[in-house]
C-alpha cells in the first residue's frame, strides 16, 4: 500500500513494501522483470548506488520502468521508513516545485528576500523525486539550480546539513536537450552525478514476452478472462 501524508496541501506519497513480488536474478530487486544483460546491469547499478546519498538521474522512455527503478532505489536506500516527496514536472502548476520545497511561490515573495531552507530542513533524511524534470520550464529550472547550489552552500563546513536525497526522472535526453540550450546545462551539470540508462522495450530481446505475459496475467485477473497466452503470430509480431 501507499502510504499518503499532506504537505503544503499538495499529496505526497511514501511507497512501501507490499508483498513485490522478486522478478529477476537479483534477490533484491522488486518487480523488474527480464534478464537481459542491460536490466542485470541496472539491478547492479540499483544495488550499487541505493545505499548512498548520491543524486540519481534515470532516464528512459515513457513505459520502461523509471518508476519501479526509483521505487527500489528508495526500498534500499535506508530511508524508506522516510517519506518520499514526488513532484511531477509534466503535471501542472509549473510553481509546485517552489511550493513543495520552500512553501511559495516566487511571485509572492518580497523583492530580495532570501531564500530559507526551513521547508527543506523538515525533510532531513527523506527522498525528493522530481519526475520528468525535462518538462520543468526554463525559469523553474533557474529556480531549483538555485535551490541546488544554495543546499552546497548550506552544507559546506556545517553541523547542520540539509540530508535529503534526490531522484530524477526524465523520458528525454537531458545531455542532447543541454547542448541544445534546451534545458539548463548548469542545472545539468548538477543532476548528472549517476545516471540510470533504462533501454526501450525494443531493444530487450525475449524480455519482451515476459513482460507481455506478466501484463496479460494482470489483465485477465484484473478484467476475469481466462486467456491463456498468445498466438505465434503474436509472439513473432512481438520479437
Known amino acids: 500500500m501507499n502510504a499518503v501524508v499532506m504537505l503544503n496541501s499538495q499529496a505526497v506519497y511514501s511507497p512501501l513494501k507490499d508483498g513485490l513480488d522478486v522478478t529477476n536474478s537479483s534477490n533484491l530487486i522488486n518487480n523488474i522483470l527480464g534478464e537481459c544483460d542491460a ?140 547542448q541544445q540550450n534546451r534545458f539548463n546545462q548548469r542545472l545539468y551539470y548538477h543532476l548528472n552525478i549517476f545516471t540510470i540508462v533504462i533501454p526501450p522495450l525494443r531493444d530487450r530481446g525475449a524480455d519482451k514476452i515476459k513482460i507481455a505475459e506478466k501484463l496479460l496475467v494482470q489483465a485477465c485477473k484484473k478484467y476475469g478472462k481466462n486467456i491463456r497466452g498468445f498466438s505465434s503470430d503474436a509472439i513473432s509480431e512481438m520479437n
Do not use: M, W
Not at 136 to 148: H, M, R, S
Open 39 to 178: 536490466i542485470k546491469s541496472i539491478c547492479q547499478q540499483i544495488s550499487q548506488i541505493a545505499p548512498t546519498n548520491c543524486t540519481v538521474l534515470i532516464s528512459g522512455d515513457t513505459g520502461t520502468g523509471k518508476g519501479l527503478v526509483a521505487q527500489n532505489i528508495f526500498d534500499l536506500s535506508g530511508r524508506g521508513e522516510k517519506i518520499c516527496t514526488t513532484i511531477n514536472c509534466a503535471t501542472p502548476p509549473e510553481t509546485a516545485i517552489e511550493t513543495e520545497i520552500f512553501g511559495h511561490h516566487r511571485n509572492s515573495l518580497q523583492p530580495h528576500h532570501e531564500l530559507s531552507l526551513d521547508q527543506l530542513r523538515t525533510l532531513n533524511g527523506s527522498t525528493l523525486l522530481i519526475d520528468e524534470i525535462s518538462e520543468l520550464a526554463p525559469e523553474c529550472q533557474a529556480y531549483f539550480l538555485e535551490v541546488l547550489e544554495l543546499i552546497e552552500k548550506n552544507n559546506h563546513g556545517t553541523e547542520d546539513p540539509i540530508n535529503v536525497r534526490l531522484i530524477i526522472t526524465t523520458q528525454h535526453d537531458l545531455k542532447k536537450l543541454a
